[in-house]
């Protein structure tokens, strides 16, 4: 059994930083896709960012491109997701993802549908 432990989140300031980190336990997820979601209310689930298994590869939302680095640490089965020059707009329940059907696979999944594993969720507020 996969569980996914966000943290990180909190209030902070139009134009601040905050780091997410996404601990996996259960199982190693060192040869799979791990992605971030949000959702801010009474909007559906965005892709957010995602990273192939080893790092090699990163993909981003165009509204966070620029602004969002996701990163990952194989040995503490551990992904982050660096946020800077926060807006209000970023303001969302942020969730992490593990994507088991691309194990070894350089790839980097942004549909919902592709990730089997979730957490449940850190909440980031932005005040204006």
């Known amino acids: 059994q996969v569980q996914l432990v966000e943290s990180g989140g909190g209030l902070v300031q139009a134009g601040g930083s905050l780091r997410l980190s996404c601990a996996a336990s259960g199982r190693t997820l060192n040869t799979n896709a791990m992605g971030w979601f949000r959702q801010a209310p009474g909007k559906e689930l965005e892709f957010v960012s995602g990273?192939?298994?080893?790092?090699?590869?990163?993909d981003y939302g165009d509204s966070v491109k620029g602004r969002f680095t996701i990163s990952r640490d194989n040995s503490e089965n551990t992904v982050y997701l660096q946020m800077t020059s926060l807006k209000a707009e970023d303001t969302a329940v942020y969730f992490c993802?593990?994507?088991?059907?691309?194990?070894?696979?350089?790839?980097?999944?942004?549909?919902?549908?592709?990730?089997?594993?979730w957490g449940q969720g850190t909440q980031v507020t932005v005040s204006s």
């Open positions: 990273i192939s298994w080893n790092g090699g590869r990163t």
């Open positions: 993802a593990a994507s088991g059907r691309t194990s070894g696979r350089e790839v980097v999944p942004t549909a919902r549908s592709t990730y089997d594993w």
